[in-house]
């Protein structure tokens, strides 16, 4: 085996540089070229990450192994950066997943730059960097969503995070007339009328907070933070008995596992999100 196998190395060398010269002859592309062919790249997705990384968890070693290799096979793809930085994203290791979803923007920001604005607005808390890259894709992709949420509401949370609660107002209102469609018609988000009823109250709009989360509560009865804030508004009122019954509600939802119904939940406190310490805490101040 020692003897003839440098032997064979030997013989292997010219027989593959000759192939790679008929190749040519044959004007089949060079690596490079062949990896900008959307057709080749499929290829190579569906070899490394549909039946390689995606057939194991994304807390597994492999699945950045079969990233890697997609990586190192076609630089080039998006994709593959965007999903090496998923399980990191999960995992609350931004310091390693932004580096990557940054590659994935800037080889396709039609696709993952309003990914990248959900995370800064839901992940890192990063309001402002989150509203640059939603304004930026919003003229590549007009009325474009992500998350199942128009770019709007999302520039809503940044703007009432950032203390700009009418701007928050402006954008929300943007993003039910989206919802709404051409005819006017069309279902409303209910976390969308619980941020708007969020904007309201911190306008000191109370008619139009106790509106929106009336409404958020009618579609999503046992939504936690709607009963929550509606609670608020009623205190500010002197409305203590209605306070207390959504405070109520809010514990009761809290303890029976309801949370904002977001599919990304569980990895990221949402904005506003509450736990059961502040409905305590309120329910407290209401009983003396």
């Known amino acids: 085996m020692e003897k003839w196998w440098p032997l064979f190395l030997s013989l292997l060398a010219p027989a593959c540089r000759g192939y790679g010269q008929a190749l040519a002859a044959a004007g089949s592309p060079p690596l490079a070229a062949a990896c900008g062919s959307k057709a080749y790249q499929d290829t190579l997705v569906a070899r490394y990450l549909d039946r390689g990384a995606h057939r194991v968890s994304y807390l597994s070693p492999q699945w950045g192994q079969y990233c890697d290799s997609l990586i190192a096979a076609c630089p080039n793809i998006a994709y593959a950066y965007q999903q090496k930085a998923m399980p990191l994203i999960k995992c609350g290791d931004y310091a390693q997943a932004f580096p990557l979803v940054d590659k994935a923007v800037a080889l396709d920001a039609n696709r993952w730059m309003a990914y990248r604005g959900f995370l800064k607005c839901i992940f890192t808390k990063d309001y402002t960097g989150a509203l640059a890259d939603f304004q930026r894709v919003a003229k590549l992709k007009p009325n474009g969503r992500e998350m199942d949420h128009t770019y709007p509401f999302f520039e809503g949370i940044c703007e009432l995070e950032l203390g700009h609660y009418q701007r928050a107002e402006t954008a ?80 009761r939802a809290l303890i029976g596992g309801y949370r904002l119904n977001e599919d990304n939940i569980f990895y990221a406190n949402y904005p506003e999100q509450i736990t059961e310490f502040e409905v305590t805490q309120a329910l407290k101040e209401i009983n003396g």
């Open 172 to 251: 929300l209102a943007q993003d039910m007339a989206l919802q709404r469609g051409p005819d006017g018609q069309g279902p409303v988000h209910f976390n969308t009328l619980f941020y708007a009823g969020v904007a309201a109250a911190r306008l000191k709009q109370s008619t139009q907070a106790q509106f929106y989360l009336q409404q958020c509560l009618k579609a999503y009865p046992q939504h936690p933070e709607a009963n929550y804030y509606l609670a608020l508004t009623y205190q500010a009122q002197g409305q203590s008995a209605l306070a207390r019954q959504h405070l109520e509600a809010a514990q």
